[in-house]
T-cell receptor, first 111, second 118 residues
Framework: QKEVEQDPGPLSVPEGAIVSLNCTYSNSAFQYFMWYRQYSRKGPELLMYTYSSGNKEDGRFTAQVDKSSKYISLFIRDSQPSDSATYLCAMKGGTASKLTFGTGTRLQVTL | DGGITQSPKYLFRKEGQNVTLSCEQNLNHDAMYWYRQDPGQGLRLIYYSQIVNDFQKGDIAEGYSVSREKKESFPLTVTSAQKNPTAFYLC?????????????????FGEGSRLTVL
């Protein structure tokens, strides 16, 4: 079993929809959680970063962490075709632990 | 503009040849990293460097080598000893190692180099 599980998709939604992207994890020591966005044939870019549990909002994006369920989510409101990309979750524990990435979910927002 | 530049974007290599991928950053970041991305797998760490003239092996260092002679540069050599070198290679940096893979995980990535072994 992988430490971080992420549905690869593809997930196809119409423009304007609310998108929910999720990752589950097994390591209860994880406390830093990130979402990266990767456009086709490009490098990932950091989208959202949260520490421990709770919500964080940035424009149309909301990151949510539920440590009790070992579940993190990224919500995208009013999705746009420009949001079409692969979204990677990443997480780690304390300073001595390694950064673990999910495999990524491919999102397609259609007109 | 500040950023990370990887070259070449696409590279073809014959079996048995060594190849070097370039990574240059002008972000004044101390730490630099090399990751490998394969379909259906998360990013895997090959090597990292916390500071000039220092580097450590990551999870999959076998068949790879690096150097860090300048703060701005962290080239990766894929040697003939790497059994399955065809992949998408990503270079990344962080302000410090503690702000990156050694701490909070905030990495800045280049656009990647796709290596194909024929």
């Amino acid at each position: 079993q992988k430490e971080v599980e992420q549905d690869p998709g593809p997930l196809s939604v119409p423009e304007g929809a609310i998108v929910s992207l999720n990752c589950t994890y097994s390591n209860s020591a994880f406390q830093y959680f990130m979402w990266y966005r990767q456009y086709s044939r490009k490098g990932p870019e950091l989208l959202m970063y949260t520490y421990s549990s709770g919500n964080k909002e940035d424009g149309r994006f909301t990151a949510q962490v539920d440590k009790s369920s070992k579940y993190i989510s990224l919500f995208i409101r009013d999705s746009q075709p420009s949001d079409s990309a692969t979204y990677l979750c990443a997480m780690k524990g304390g300073t001595a632990s390694k950064l673990t990435f999910g495999t990524g979910t491919r999102l397609q927002v259609t007109l | 503009d500040g950023g990370i530049t990887q070259s070449p974007k696409y590279l073809f290599r014959k079996e048995g040849q060594n190849v070097t991928l370039s990574c240059e950053q002008n972000l004044n970041h101390d730490a630099m990293y090399w990751y490998r991305q394969d379909p259906g797998q998360g990013l895997r760490l090959i090597y990292y460097s916390q500071i000039v003239n220092d580097f450590q092996k990551g999870d999959i260092a076998e068949g790879y080598s690096v150097s860090r002679e300048k703060k701005e540069s962290f080239p990766l050599t894929v040697t003939s000893a790497q059994k399955n070198p065809t992949a998408f290679y990503l270079c990344a940096s962080s302000i410090t190692f503690r702000r990156g893979a050694g701490g909070t995980g905030e990495l800045f990535f280049g656009e990647g180099s796709r290596l194909t072994v024929l």
